[in-house]
């Protein structure tokens, strides 16, 4: 009896990895197409079979995936926008054909571009929080520390502006302090954005000993979410760093962020005194 199959086109990242080894726990093949430099090794041991492409290469995956008559396929981790602009891209012809194609090169834009060419040829992209449902926290606190109420009004604000950014598709992440933003999240990612908030806040205060940074960090969700691909992860990396910026609350948008290593996220957020709250969009009321 042949076990069932899934493909996943991997990212950067611990989240591949996430779902690849809870694929095969629950008994699936996992069928991996690794990008070069960029899908962690690590993979490999969760893997049925990989074969690993040049960023830019559709028609190779797409017969890997139909040699191996793989027809659900998920796309989980990170490719820096850097690649793609920096050179380090190599489009086959029906890669070039669709960038061609692009209005912009915007994250979905591109990935909505790509589940255009799998539906094309018979492939089902399937939700990217598949066997990680467990990862989506509900609303609500997760660690026993909370926001004060000085902390909520910036976590209100800092919601309105992520939103306006997110559904321009530029960043889904903010930092915030006193109602003003300190950073925006753009081609660098949220980790390097929440540093760079540390740093900037570092300038403004350098003649300061000991500086009461106090900042918030807020994660969303694009308006109306694809569920299939580019939802916000976050993990311990991003508390460490916060930790070391100088910010100690995070609030991110439930059942649409997956948080890796949940339960462990959790008692480090609360180590690091990290107050996150999960929040349902329509409580926020402006």
């Not at 079979?49 to 995956?61: S, T, V």
């Not at 990170?78 to 194609?101: C, E, M, Q, T, W």
């Amino acid at each position: 009896m042949s076990k069932k199959k899934v493909g996943l086109i991997s990212g950067g990242g611990a989240y591949p990895i996430f779902f690849a080894r809870e694929a095969k726990k629950l008994g699936y093949d996992v069928f991996i197409i690794g990008l070069k430099d960029i899908t962690p090794k690590q993979i490999e041991f969760y893997a049925k079979e990989i074969k690993y492409f040049k960023l830019g290469q559709i028609n190779g995956p797409l017969k890997f995936l139909k040699n191996n008559n793989v027809s659900k396929v998920l796309m989980a981790g990170n490719v820096p926008h850097i690649s793609i602009f920096g050179g380090n891209i190599s489009p086959d012809f029906r890669a070039a054909k669709l960038l061609f194609s692009l209005k912009d090169k915007k994250a979905n834009s591109i990935l909505g571009a790509v589940a255009d060419e799998l539906k094309k040829d018979g492939f089902e992209l399937i939700n990217s929080a598949t066997f990680l449902d467990h990862l989506l926290p509900k609303r609500g606190f997760l660690t026993s520390l909370k926001p004060n109420k000085k902390q909520d009004k910036d976590i209100q604000f800092g919601w309105k502006v992520a939103k306006i950014m997110a559904d321009m598709d530029i960043g889904l992440t903010v930092v915030i302090k006193d109602k003003t933003v300190v950073a925006v999240e753009a081609m660098e990612g949220t980790d390097n954005c929440i540093l760079r908030a540390g740093n900037v806040f570092n300038k403004i205060n350098a003649d300061k000993k000991h500086p009461k940074k106090n900042m918030v960090v807020v994660k969303v969700a694009r308006p109306n979410q694809d569920m299939r691909f580019d939802l916000p992860v976050i993990g311990i990396k991003t508390l460490e760093i916060m930790k070391d910026a100088g910010a100690n609350v995070l609030a991110i948008e439930s059942r649409k962020t997956l948080i890796l290593e949940k339960e462990l996220f959790i008692k480090k957020a609360d180590e690091y005194n990290i107050a996150v709250q999960a929040i349902n969009p329509a409580d926020m009321l402006f």
